[in-house]
């Protein structure tokens, strides 16, 4: 009887060549959409910058994408979000508390 892995083997086809990689099951989707968003700045800085080398297109491709997962990055600051919450909240619980008549 076959053992079951949460490893999978894929290919991958990035530019011009084929990559064969094991990956976990569950993060399959996200290596398949990471090939097609490298593809698809690949052929956008190709079509613009034609006779252009692999190397410098795969550069560029690798600088653009790290510029966006920092700028991702940097909008995830969920602090003010949490800061408006925590008001919130002491503003219901200041409502909702029963009033001692004294």
């Known amino acids: 009887m076959a053992e079951y892995s949460d490893k999978l083997g894929i290919h991958l086809l990035i530019g011009n060549e084929t ?17 097609d968003l490298i593809n698809e700045r690949y052929n956008k800085y190709r079509q613009h910058y034609q006779n252009q080398t692999p190397a410098k297109y795969n550069a560029v491709v690798m600088l653009d ?31 909702l508390e029963p009033k001692n008549p004294q």
Do not use: G, N, W
């Open 19 to 35: 990559h064969q990689i094991t990956v976990p099951r569950d993060k399959e989707r996200y290596f398949r959409e990471a090939a």
């Open 65 to 95: 994408i790290a510029v966006r997962y920092l700028q991702a990055l940097e909008s995830k600051d969920t602090q003010p979000i949490m800061d408006s919450i925590a008001e919130l909240q002491s503003e219901i619980e200041e409502v």
